[in-house]
């Protein structure tokens, strides 16, 4: 008969948990990249998305490509770089209106 109770062995101590969580949430932080930085990357990948849309729109309206899927991902890829960039900027304004009017 098998045993339907298995022991459980090797877990890894709490010291070695929060290390490893640490690790992943500096990782993922995107390490020490000033904001301005971080915003000229997103302004970066907004263009660069938006050249590879335009291309692909316009080699599928010529008839050089029968690709559709193609054209369709970068349209949402296109979107999301839109909506993540003017997230970014508005964070920007909505950061900058607080510190006018902030009183010294």
């Known amino acids: 008969m098998s045993e339907f109770i298995v022991p459980i062995q ?3 101590s709490i010291a070695s948990i929060t290390e490893q969580s640490g690790q992943k949430n500096q990782k993922l932080s995107g390490g020490n990249l000033p ?3 971080m915003l000229q990357q997103a302004v970066n990948n907004l263009a660069q998305t938006a ?3 335009q291309a692909n729109t316009h080699q599928l309206a010529v008839g050089g490509s029968d690709d559709l899927h193609t054209g369709a991902i970068d349209a ?3 979107n999301s770089a839109v909506t993540y960039t003017s997230g970014m900027v508005n964070s920007v304004i909505r950061a900058y209106n607080q510190l006018i009017q902030m009183s010294i």
């Open 35 to 37: 904001f301005a930085d």
């Open 76 to 78: 949402v890829k296109y």
């Open 10 to 12: 090797g877990l890894p």
């Open 51 to 53: 050249d590879n849309n």
